[in-house]
Nanobody, 125 residues
C-alpha cells in the first residue's frame, strides 16, 4: 500500500519561509517521480513543483520559480519543498504527488498515481 505523508505546513507572515516534507512508503522511491501541488479555497488544484527520479531534473510553476526549491533524499524516501519569500497568495493546502516510471513527471494531475493527504500553508500579510 502506497502512502505519502506530508509535514511542515503552518502559518507564517509574508516574507517568511517553510519547508515541507513528504515521506513515501510502499513504492520504489528512487525510481518514482515526485511533485507538489496546491489548492486554495475556491480554486482548482494547481501544479507547484516536480522532480524526476533523477534529481537533476526539476520543474517549477512560474508563480514559485526562484522562491521555492524541490529536492529529494532517496535514502530517506523523502521529497522536500523549501519555500521562501512566501506571499499571501501562496496560502493553500499543499499535497505531495507521486508518479510511476512511464507516467511522466507529475506536472499535471493527469500524471499522478498517488496523492498525500495535504498540509495547510497559511501566509498572512
Amino acid at each position: 500500500q502506497v502512502q505519502l505523508v506530508e509535514s511542515g505546513g503552518g502559518s507564517v507572515q509574508a516574507g517568511g519561509s517553510l519547508r515541507l516534507s513528504c515521506v513515501a512508503s510502499g513504492l520504489t522511491f528512487s525510481s518514482t517521480h515526485m511533485g507538489w501541488f496546491r489548492q486554495a479555497p475556491g480554486k482548482e488544484r494547481e501544479f507547484v513543483s516536480a522532480i524526476s527520479w533523477d534529481p537533476r531534473n526539476t520543474y517549477y510553476a512560474d508563480s514559485v520559480e526562484g522562491r521555492f526549491i524541490i529536492s529529494r533524499n532517496n535514502a530517506k524516501n523523502t521529497v522536500y519543498l523549501e519555500m521562501t519569500s512566501l506571499k499571501p497568495e501562496d496560502t493553500a493546502v499543499y499535497s505531495c504527488a507521486a508518479s510511476v516510471p512511464g507516467r511522466g513527471v507529475p506536472r499535471s494531475t493527469a500524471n499522478v498515481n498517488y496523492w498525500g493527504q495535504g498540509t495547510q500553508v497559511t501566509v498572512s500579510s
